[in-house]
């Protein structure tokens, strides 16, 4: 998709702080972190939400997943605990409609989330 931030950055046309790469996944850090861990995990192929990339049916969403858990695991977070988020849907809070999964650790995290 031409007009879309995060098929940017995926191609590399827009720098980010990536943390891990496959040939399907990127991983990237939030430019406005919200936790000491903050990471992006998103599929290369642009698909606008959770629901899209789940209904791709390709194994995609299963990549995305177990790139949060090495990004958890690179940065030190997975035995204390962290969490996988898919905003999906403008009342839930997304704003870029490439679909990613938000991995934030390295402190309480209360429940339920705001
Ligand atoms: P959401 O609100 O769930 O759609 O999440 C979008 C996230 O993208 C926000 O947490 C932003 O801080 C983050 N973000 C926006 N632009 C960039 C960028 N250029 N690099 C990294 N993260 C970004
Ligand atoms: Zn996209």
């Excluded at 990004?71 to 204390?80: K, L, Y």
């Excluded at 898919?86 to 990613?100: K, M, R, Y």
Aim: hydrophobic letters at 45%; a negative charge; one cysteine or more.
């Amino acid at each position: 998709m031409t007009d879309c931030l995060f098929c940017k950055i995926a191609a590399k046309e827009i720098p980010a702080d990536v943390v891990l790469e496959t040939d399907r996944v990127l991983a990237f850090r939030d430019i406005n972190p919200q936790a000491p861990t903050h990471v992006l995990v998103v599929p290369k192929a642009h698909h606008a939400n959770a629901a899209a990339l789940a209904a791709a049916d390709d194994g995609l969403a299963d990549d995305v997943l177990k790139a949060a858990h090495d990004v958890a695991v690179n940065d030190g977070v997975d035995a204390s605990g962290y969490r996988v988020v898919f905003n999906t849907g403008p009342g839930a809070g997304q704003t870029v409609f490439h679909v990613h999964a938000h991995v934030l650790g390295g402190r309480d995290l209360r429940w339920p989330p705001g």
